[in-house]
Antibody
Framework: QVQLVESGGGVVQPGRSLRLSCAAS????????MHWVRQAPGKGLEWVAG????????LYVDSLKGRFTISRDNSKNALYLQMNSLRAEDTAVYYC???????????????WGQGTLVTVSS | DIVMTQSPDSLAVSLGERATINCKSS????????????LAWYQQKPGQPPKLLIY???TRESGVPDRFSGSGSGTDFTLTISSLQAEDVAVYYC??????????FGPGTKVDIK
């Protein structure tokens, strides 16, 4: 069965960096686009970034461009989110999610991990 | 950017009764070349990640009970729970995937038992 397991969250000081990982299993990872979605405490869902199956196309929400970088290693079935210059408002649970589409397009998110909590605080 | 709105913000429904959630997009999410609405619905129970319920506005995901149904086209959509069960208490989000790279979600509708 499809499994997505995030890791790398924790407490980090403002201005510092953190790298999140998502380990995928139960499907052919290299076929699917992947995404990061975050949820601030008590708030709604915010899409953060997405990456095409071969890593050739990367998408970001405008407000985060330049600070966050999405990447993947298909040989390790792993998705990453490098987060730099972190701010208090980046505090959230970060979910990785699989895109349903196996072509060059993006679609809805059919599987989600349990999430990893990032807390930005001094 | 396409802005998604939902109504109501919350609702309380008696067990066995119908729950209706509305979602509106600021512009059409209907792709004319394939006549598909790029709209999904997700359910998020407390302490859990979101779960896909409906995609293409009205296609139920495998394993989702048939009391959940989606309808609508263009800019106006509805998620209906025909007979509310206790396990349906959750927040429900709509999402458009028409306008990439911006996969915007609605603000969510909380469903409780009356």
């Amino acid at each position: 069965q499809v499994q997505l397991v995030e890791s790398g969250g924790g407490v980090v000081q403002p201005g510092r960096s953190l790298r999140l990982s998502c380990a995928a299993s139960g499907f052919t990872f290299s076929y699917y686009g992947m995404h990061w979605v975050r949820q601030a405490p008590g708030k709604g869902l915010e899409w953060v970034a997405g990456i095409q199956s071969d890593g050739s196309r990367k998408l970001y929400v405008d407000s985060l461009k330049g600070r966050f970088t999405i990447s993947r290693d298909n040989s390790k079935n792993a998705l990453y989110l490098q987060m730099n210059s972190l701010r208090a408002e980046d505090t959230a649970v970060y979910y990785c999610a699989r895109d349903n589409d196996v072509s060059d397009h993006f679609s809805y998110f059919d599987y989600w991990g349990q999430g990893t909590l990032v807390t930005v605080s001094s | 950017d396409i802005v998604m709105t939902q109504s109501p913000d919350s609702l309380a429904v008696s067990l066995g009764e119908r729950a209706t959630i509305n979602c509106k997009s600021s512009q059409s999410v209907l792709y004319s070349s394939n006549n598909k609405n790029y709209l999904a619905w997700y359910q998020q129970k407390p302490g859990q990640p979101p779960k896909l319920l409906i995609y293409w506005a009205s296609t139920r995901e495998s394993g989702v009970p048939d009391r959940f149904s989606g309808s609508g086209s263009g800019t106006d959509f509805t998620l209906t729970i025909s007979s509310l069960q206790a396990e349906d208490v959750a927040v429900y989000y709509c999402q458009q995937y028409y306008s990439t790279p911006r996969f915007t979600f609605g603000p969510g509708t909380k469903v409780d038992i009356k």
